[in-house]
């Protein structure tokens, strides 16, 4: 019985074993040990399978990836200290030096340095594809491309990828394909069932839901995840502690409910937003002026929280009033908890002049929306938008 609220509630917890404890304990140490020598000889033989040594396998951290596997639809999951850490690890764990990738245009911003930054000082190039149409990808294949880097969708503009159709055309082509799933969470998309090789987590974000801690976790099939466990995961030991893991537990099991009231809320500001005299433009995928709304509604079961907004306004300065107007939007980056955020690309921005640091205009704003009362929040933006 692998229905969601077995997953988030029981799944992975043998309670037996800890004096029949409803919550799992934190077994915060960092070595095992063993009744005789044949008992280490096996430990360390099985350090994927069994408890070793922390920066492998940790029985708290263990349950942990029990859960986030059995969401993704996954055989094995790790979880790593970020999701940076659980892009780079995955991401490596597939190339080698002479190979090219295909990155979506847009990715999250420290995948996008990995990319274009980073891997080329080993030999390894990208190209950064436009990945809402297909003929992209085929148009800028080499013969030296091996992966492909998906973020159905990003979590700024939201372009999605036709998974089902990029799969296809990675198969065709021996590539493998690796999609960071955070704006989706497991529960609106899982792109494994599309044939994705590996899904990609920000913890941080949605699963974990308290703005406590920051996480990641890799998601695939025993081959692939047991080759980064032996290799990318106990070299780099970006690990997540016990403490972590025990946390991300406890955020989990309102997973469902948090999801559900920021989605909803989301969809309230969004229609409210789209018909307001200040507003230019509404990015949101499950909106019908969204370009990709078709895919959107085929390929993921609900929005996540997150949406941005053009605003009309006429100096970077209005622009600025908005912001320090907001008072239960807080001005920070990140999102998935259960705080509403509000992340303006004007901070990039020093005058109204287009610059380097980023494609958007000024007058763009990120929003993310917690799990308050939504009728607040549309007040909070209402006065707020009076400055503009
Ligand atoms: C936040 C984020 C990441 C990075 O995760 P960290 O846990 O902050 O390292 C990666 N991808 C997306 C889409 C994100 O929003």
Redesign the pocket.
């Known amino acids: 019985m692998m229905d969601l609220s077995y997953i988030l509630n029981h799944l992975g917890e043998e309670r037996s074993q800890y004096f029949s404890a409803v919550a799992p304990p934190m077994i915060q140490s960092s070595n095992f040990c063993f009744s005789d020598l044949k008992a280490l000889r096996l430990g360390l033989e099985n350090e994927y399978q069994e408890a070793f040594y922390t920066r492998g396998v940790n029985p708290t951290v263990s349950i942990l990836r029990k859960k986030i596997a059995a969401l993704e639809g996954a055989q094995d999951c790790l979880v790593l200290a ?4 659980a ?1 780079t690890a995955s991401v490596m764990s597939l190339l080698k030096a002479g190979d090219h990738v295909l990155c979506v245009s847009h990715p ?1 911003n ?2 996008k340095h990995l990319f274009r930054d980073y891997l080329p000082r080993f030999d390894i190039s990208c190209s950064f594809v436009d990945g809402t149409q297909i003929e992209n990808f085929k148009a800028a294949l080499t013969p030296k491309t091996r992966l492909i880097y998906l ?1 159905s969708p ?2 700024m503009t939201f372009e999605l990828q036709d998974l089902r159709a990029v799969v296809a055309f990675a198969r065709q082509n021996g590539l493998k394909t690796i999609c ?1 799933n ?2 989706s969470s497991p529960l609106a998309q899982k792109p494994l069932e599309y044939g994705v090789d590996l899904v990609v987590h ?4 949605y699963l974990n839901g308290h703005s406590d801690t ?3 976790a890799i998601c695939g099939n025993h081959d692939l995840i047991s080759a980064i466990f032996k290799s990318e995961y106990m070299t780099l030991g970006a690990i997540s502690s016990p403490m972590e893991a025990w946390l991300i537990l406890r955020g989990m099991r309102t997973l469902e409910l948090r999801l559900q009231r920021s989605s909803e809320s989301t969809e309230y500001l969004v229609e409210y937003l789209q018909s307001h005299p200040k507003v230019a433009k509404v990015y949101y995928p499950f909106s019908k002026t969204h370009p990709q709304y078709e895919l959107a509604k085929q390929q993921m079961r609900c929005s996540g929280g997150l949406f941005s907004v053009e605003f009309k306004t006429s100096s970077l300065a209005n622009m600025e009033a908005f912001c320090n107007a907001l008072k239960l939007f807080l001005l920070a980056c ?2 998935g908890g259960y705080e509403s955020l509000c992340f303006p690309i004007a901070s990039l921005y020093n005058n109204e002049q287009a610059n380097t640091k980023t494609h958007l205009p000024w007058n763009f704003v990120r929003f993310y929306c917690g799990i308050e009362d939504v009728k607040v929040l549309k007040d909070d933006l209402d006065q707020a938008m009076s400055c503009l």
């Open positions: 970020s999701g940076a850490a892009i999250y420290w995948a973020e990003n979590t960071d955070s704006y920000s913890v941080t974000k920051v996480s990641g990140s999102w």
